[in-house]
Every structure is written in structure tokens, then in C-alpha cells.
């Protein structure tokens, strides 16, 4: 039995978790990543207050204050270290640390794409090229898949998976890491509208039609159509399709949500399905069809090498110079073809590996209750090679060299306690994705209590300013201190839900954890 439903879903899924990360043929940005359980239970929320190994991301000018105090004189008069009145949340105590592990992983189903795979799960393409509608669920496919089939050719509609993990140590000023980041995606790169024909003609699909119709009770009467035009409807009539069979597809294109604005394109997908259908001449069937998904992505490994320094106790800056290893991947999968592990085996062994260098540069600036930050990634773009990728059918498709984009972002704290802080955070750059014309701007807020010092309590939230997709989408964390050692959680869940083979899951979700040492 042929679903189609999964197949973006395996494909984004399988390639990111395995580490076999795709390429599109335009050069994108990475994303922003969650580094770090701790930033993720404050949405991200880190630039101005971020506290452990993970500034090597957020920002590496806070090294330049860490184990940063003051002195006085006590009673006796010897001079005693004296904790500085800017050092909010108590960084100068910070010798040395190792994040000895940490690692996520996350998805976005963008747009339309959840529902999309949700009616596609429904669907036995083999049961219906082979049997054409014999149920109401097989004429309520029908008639999604026509519609699914025009919004996939929206921008921006895809699936999305990510997943980092890494580890770093930091003694006084310096820090040396290791981490390794990736995100897949999957969209649907070309739609065939054309090569949809069942195996019986369009006047045996109508008499199965008008059979279920009046088993249920539909309207059959075409003088009370209401969403379809009357050229609409002589289109239909054109590919022959009968007057019952027409009024009881507006009955159900209404019960399925089908607007005005959607129901051009999806009376032309199906005046194609009539006119492709019967095994006749001219006619075709689902094996012809060319909508294809791409699957694309970019794996990246860093090793960066970082310094902070402080001119005061209120302003320092910093920096990390990166080692970068990138492999780009590329594939494109025809929808409907069985040989999606075919695919995904061939995919691992198509890729370009390049080595290249990276410059992060970052700020800090911090008053009492009151810090301010600034972080810019990747300033110097660098470049990673595409490779040149035979498909299955023996052509070669050139993937584009890979630039990774600078990013920069901005934070405010405000540390009225020790144990207590907030922040918020924004994106001072738009953000290009693996998705063509898919751009994320995040504002994020989030929150900290370290109550006793030893149950750190996390929450925020976040949403992306430059699409409405997805919505806010609400972190939650905690950590426990066990003297030196720290073991950490987060996740997050988007307000938008959307629904797949029954069950609701959010549109975006992500989990990190880590296990650290602290002196």
C-alpha cells in the first residue's frame, strides 16, 4: 500500500537525526539554534546574561568578565576579594567550567505543509488509482489531494528538522569547543497537476460518486451549487463529470474548507484528473507524475576557539575564531515512488566536505540590575562547496556553494537579584532558511529563578516576526545543582497545533538537555 503522507516526513526526519543533511541549490543561511538547555527555557533569551560556556554562541564578549572581582581592605587590613557591584549574576566567581555534553533536536512544519501530510496520510494512492472512489473517504481524498496538490506550490510551506550537540571548556577569559549543528528540510520543489488519471474514465468516477452521494444524502442538486461558478462547472462537465457528480464535489470542497480563493486551481486539478483518467489514448496515471520533493539541508561542525575581554567592570567585548567543517548533501524524491530508502541510501554517499573559518564578534555591557548585549555570527560568510549529484534517472544536478550568512542579535537583561533574571532579546537580521522564501525574525522573552541555588526554574516565549505560521511558541526548563555538577532540561511547544493521522502535535517543537561542571 502506497501513502504518501510520510514521505516528507521520513525524508526531513531521517536526514537530519542521522547527520545526513541535504542542500539546496541557492545559498542559504543556518537558521538560530538553541545551544544550550539553559537558554532554551528562556526562548533563546541569552545574549545579555548568559552565564556558561554557551557565550561561545550567545555572546563571547561575557568571558571577558568571567572570575572578574574587586578588592578591599577587610578590618585586619589585608586586602580580600570583593565582588564587584555590576556583576549582576555573579560571574566573577566563574574559574573554570565544562558543558561536558549537551544536544537537541527540534522540527517546524511551516504553513500549510502539517495539514497537508495530514490529508496525504489518508490516502492509498494504489487502492484509488486501481479501484477509483468506492467510499466517502475515498471521495474526500479525491477531492483534498486535488486541493493539497495547488497549495504545496505556495512559498514557504515545508517541513523542517534541526539538531545540534556539543561540548566546550572555559578557564578564566578563554574558551575551546566543540559542536556540531544541523538542519533538514523537505518541501515540495514541483507540482504535477497534469499526471493524475485513475484507471476507469471520468464517467465511471461520477457514477461511483453519484452512488455515494446518495447513499449519504448529499446534494445532488447542481441548480444549489454554491462554491463553484457555472464556468467552473462547464469545465467540469467538459472531462466528463455529471451534474450530480459536480454538485456533490461542491458539497464536500465546502465541508472540507475549500475558500473561493482556493477553488480555481483546485477545479483545474481536477478537470485534469478527468481528462487523464480511463486508460485510454492520451490518458496517464499517478506512475507518471513528477511532483517532487526536495530535500535539502547543511551540516556544519565548528570548533571555536574564544577570548573575552573587559576594559572595566561594565563594558568588555570578545570574539571566536572558528574552524568549520560543512558537508553539503542533495536530493530531489519523486512523491510518488515507492523507493524513498532507495533514495535516502544514495543521498548519504552524495556530498561535498569543505573546511573553512568563521568570526563571531560580540559586547557587553553591564550597569547594576542592568545588562545590555549584542552578538554577530559569521561575520566573514563563509563558503562551503555544492556537490555535483547524479539522480536516479542519470542526470547531474550542480547543488550551489553554501554561504552562511552573518546574523545579529540583540539582548537586554535585568538582574534585580542574583537568582533572578530577565531578558529579551531580538533578531537584528532577517534569517534565511533551507525553505526558498521562508525567513525567520525572532523576538524572545524569557525568564530565570535559581530558587536555593539549587533548582533553577525556566520559562519564556518566542515567535518569529517575519511569518505568522507558527505562533507563539511557549519554553519551559529546569536545572539541578548537585554541588559542582548541573544537569539540565528544556523544550518547547508552538500555540498552533496541527493534526496528523488523528492526533493534534504542535506546528513547532524542540527539546535540549545538557550535563555540566561549574567552578
Known sequence: MHRIGSCALRLAVGAALSGVLALPSTALALDTFFVGPRAMGMAGANVASVTDTTAQYYNPAAFGFFGMVGSETDKKGKTVE??????????????????????????????????????????????????????????????????????????????????????????????????????????????DTQNLGLSMDAATISTDIEAIATAEGYNQDITKVSLLTSEQINLLRSVNFTDQAIATIDYIAQQEGITQEEIAPFVSTLEDIGASSGGGAGSTDLSDNTTTVAVTGFGLTEVPFSYGYAFNEHFAIGGNLKFMVGRVYGTQVLVFNNDTDEIMEKTQEDYKQTINFGVDLGAMARFRWVQLGVVGRNLNSPKFEGPDVTNLDGSVTKFQDVKVKPQAQAGIAFIPFETLTFEVDYDLTKNETLLGGYETQYLRAGVEWDVFRFLALRGGVYTNMAEDDIGLVYTAGVGLNLWAVRFDVSGAVSSKTMEYDGEEYPREAHVVAGLSIDF
Open 82 to 191: 570583593k565582588r564587584l557591584t555590576s556583576d549582576n549574576n555573579n560571574v566573577g566567581r566563574k574559574d573554570w567550567g565544562w558543558d561536558v555534553v549537551y544536544g537537541g533536536a527540534g522540527y517546524s512544519a511551516h504553513k500549510d505543509l502539517g495539514d497537508v501530510i495530514n490529508d496525504f496520510s489518508d490516502v492509498d494512492l494504489d487502492s484509488l488509482q486501481s479501484n477509483g472512489v468506492q467510499s466517502e473517504d475515498d471521495l474526500r481524498a479525491v477531492v483534498n489531494l486535488a486541493n493539497d496538490l495547488n497549495l504545496l506550490n505556495d512559498t514557504g510551506n515545508g517541513l523542517t528538522v534541526n539538531v545540534l550537540g556539543g561540548t566546550a571548556f572555559r578557564a578564566g577569559s578563554f574558551a575551546l569547543g566543540v559542536r556540531g549543528y544541523g538542519q533538514g528540510a523537505a518541501w515540495v520543489s514541483n507540482v
